[in-house]
């Protein structure tokens, strides 16, 4: 077998013009081509036998140099090939460099029908001039006379370019690249052999950064790509591709990071992933401002485009501006990465999903994420996690700033499974956003407040420490504080010294704790119920199962201070007595 480049006529006729494939075996079974013309032995490969023409010559490769280049001084070599049926004694080699013709070679011997040889066309040529070189040869005048057949000419040999190693710049006057894109054709052909810092200047650039699999790069052979002046708002990298909305894609990649620049999608489109952090393993992105379509606190929360981080580790994400036009989506479907990912301290997070995680798959490794002092407006979900499952994972939610803003839909939901260990503390949930959980540990020391018309914690499964929270709900409708449902996987669960406030007027459908059914061996202790609206403190539906529960206050303006097992109680010590 062999490895050639047939020459083919184009991408639709596919008559080949390589002389050497005619090396073929003779089949009983197919003894003519395509065209019904009758096949020689040896036969040519293919579906059309090779026609020869007197004199025709072409160059088959080029040898030399080769990608990555190791410095910019090369030989240049070729391999001659006389593809004509009469011998090959003489013919002139053109080349060019970056579509500069240089001077040609003149090649005299004698080469016989269907040969090669290797020929040396420059010694010692120097690139210069540019970061990425593409190199051109070709035939002229075979035997001193026009060739027959041009198809076979020339060769090319593209995104020659020289591993980076030190600091760079781009941008600006005489820089080292005058685009992203063509800093990630260096990057993905070259790559590196020492850590490298690529400085931008100031300036909008209208491009794409798309880089994969760098070859040298390691944990010690990192890269830094950074706005030189520190400043976010005076480096951006936009672009509009209405078919993918993509902007910058890192796959692949150890020991990388963005920092203090703006990233803009401007093909004006919903929730689209447009920026791509997938299978890396430590990466920084920090101090850089994100927009798309309307960077403003007044557009449509589905306006949003997404930064995707798909089964990564080491994975840093960190005082970052989302300028209410980007969020987060979280994946861990690898059955080989375990994700490690963390998201602290990033503003104006905004979309249907602010923050989201898919960590479903069974069998999958999993991951520890922490989301940290982050600030969420605006969004439909602000924060979602869906891990039912994969019971590898670790979630600690904690020191958020979450607010209802405009759309004040505010669906925070932890759909895990009941071995992750999920930890939701020290949170402020604004403005109609409430907690629906599952299998979450602990909820502790968060502030939820005035969530309207709803439930602002409701636990569907698994015992949950829920303590030292202020919960503030409200509104005409029924509401209810903390809601327990029926699930017997609800044992075990812990209410202690939580403030509650319910000041709906729904009556006494404005609950402070709303037990669905029996809750074995669950305990309230030193908890205050208020409904000021008139409201019950405390609904309980059933008897309970071996309860520890003491010392709470409950309030209320209205008749009763609970409903237990369908009675209604107006004292703390009838109360008592009635749940034993």
Request: hydrophobic residues 35%; charged residues 10%.
């Amino acid at each position: 077998s062999l490895n050639l480049n047939p020459f083919f006529v184009s991408d639709t006729n596919l008559t080949i013009n390589q002389a050497l494939l005619q090396e073929g075996t003779l089949l009983a079974s197919a003894p003519l081509d395509i065209n019904g013309t009758s096949r020689t032995s040896p036969t040519t490969m293919g579906a059309k036998e090779f026609v020869f023409c007197s004199d025709d010559a072409g160059i088959n490769s080029i040898v030399n140099p080769t990608a990555p280049l190791s410095s910019n001084t090369n030989n240049i070599e070729v391999l001659l090939s006389n593809q004509g049926s009469n011998p090959l004694t003489s013919v002139s080699i053109a080349w060019s460099v970056n579509g500069a013709v240089q001077t040609p070679f003149t090649w005299t011997g004698n080469l016989a029908s269907k040969a090669t040889v290797p020929v040396t066309i420059a010694s010692n040529y120097t690139l210069s001039g540019a970061s990425i070189y593409n190199l051109q040869t070709w035939v002229e005048n075979p035997n001193g006379v026009a060739d027959c057949n041009a198809y076979n000419d020339t060769t090319s040999l593209n995104n020659l370019v020289v591993s980076l190693c030190g600091t760079y710049t781009l941008g600006g006057t005489n820089p080292d690249f005058t685009s992203f894109s063509e800093l990630s054709t260096i990057l993905n052909n070259a790559g590196l052999t020492c850590p490298t810092t690529i400085n931008v200047r100031d300036g909008v650039y209208d491009d794409q950064l798309i880089i994969s699999n760098i070859p040298g790069n390691s944990f010690t052979n990192t890269i830094t790509i950074k706005g030189q002046s520190g400043d976010s708002s005076l480096v951006t990298l936009e672009h509009a591709n209405a078919a993918t909305h993509l902007l910058f894609s890192l796959n692949n990649i150890k020991g990388i990071t963005l920092k203090d620049m703006t990233f803009d999608n401007n093909s004006r489109s919903n929730n689209d992933e447009s920026f791509f952090i997938t299978n890396c393993d430590s990466v920084n992105v920090t101090n850089c401002r994100f927009e798309s379509y309307n960077p403003t606190i007044n557009s449509s929360s589905s306006n949003k485009d997404i930064l995707k981080i798909e089964n990564s580790t080491g994975c840093n994400i960190t005082n970052n501006d989302f300028s209410y036009s980007a969020c987060i989506k979280l994946i861990a479907s690898s059955t080989s990465i375990y994700n490690t990912v963390n998201i602290t301290g990033n503003n104006n997070i905004r979309g249907e999903n602010g923050i989201r995680l898919e960590s479903n798959t069974n069998g999958a490794l999993g991951g520890k994420f922490i989301i940290k002092n982050n600030h969420i407006n605006g969004a439909v979900n602000p924060i979602y996690a869906y891990c039912p499952t994969n019971n590898n994972d670790t979630l600690l939610i904690t020191g958020n700033s979450i607010d209802g803003g405009v759309v004040g839909s505010g669906y925070n939901q932890f759909y895990c499974g009941d071995q992750d260990y999920v930890v939701v503390k020290e949170n402020i949930f604004n403005n109609d956003n409430f907690i629906i959980a599952e299998y979450v540990d602990s909820i502790v020391g968060n502030q939820i407040l005035n969530v309207e018309n709803k439930s602002a914690i409701t636990i569907n499964y698994g015992a949950t420490f829920i303590a030292n929270n202020y919960i503030h709900t409200k509104g005409q409708l029924e509401s209810k504080a903390i809601n327990l449902s029926t699930s017997s996987s609800l044992s075990g669960t812990v209410i202690a010294h939580n403030s509650i406030e319910n000041s709906g007027t729904a009556g006494a459908s404005s609950y402070g704790l709303y037990l669905a059914g029996d809750v074995s061996n669950i305990t309230v202790k030193n908890n205050i119920f208020s409904t000021i609206g008139g409201g019950t403190p405390l609904f309980v539906a059933s008897t309970l199962t071996n309860p520890n529960w003491d010392y709470n206050c409950y309030y209320t303006t209205g008749n009763s201070i609970a409903n237990f097992n369908n009675n209604n109680y107006s004292s703390v010590s009838a109360l008592g007595a009635a749940m034993g």
